[in-house]
């Protein structure tokens, strides 16, 4: 009998399943443990969205700086650009 008990633990231990039992948590831990995380969540997600505001920033900047590569390579003003992408535009909209 004692040998099926001993099969019968070891099963169930490699199916994931604990034998032992730890003191249960009350509810008033278990929210606390919750509101910790949430907390803790909240700080990660701050801290992630920072970082994605410095990438974007970052391409931004290098977006920037390539059009402006591209306008004094063409000896060309910011407005000369704009209004030129806007005839473009222009004409895209209403084709002759």
């Known amino acids: 009998m004692e040998r099926l008990s001993i099969y019968y633990t070891d099963l169930k231990m490699q199916e994931g399943i604990s034998?032992?039992?730890g003191q249960r948590k009350t509810i008033e831990e278990k929210i606390a443990?919750?509101?910790k995380l949430i907390e803790a969540l909240k700080v990660r997600l701050?801290?992630?969205q920072h970082e994605l505001?410095?990438?974007n920033k970052e391409k931004?900047?290098?977006d920037l700086q390539t059009l402006n590569d591209v306008?004094?390579?063409a000896k060309m003003t910011?407005?000369?650009a704009?209004?030129?992408i806007r005839e473009y535009l222009q004409e895209r909209k209403d084709p002759a």
């Open 53 to 55: 505001d410095l990438l």
């Open 82 to 84: 704009a209004g030129l």
């Open 78 to 80: 910011a407005l000369d």
């Open 46 to 48: 701050k801290s992630e």
């Open 60 to 62: 931004r900047d290098e």
């Open 19 to 21: 034998m032992a039992r």
């Open 33 to 35: 443990e919750k509101e």
């Open 71 to 73: 306008l004094q390579e």
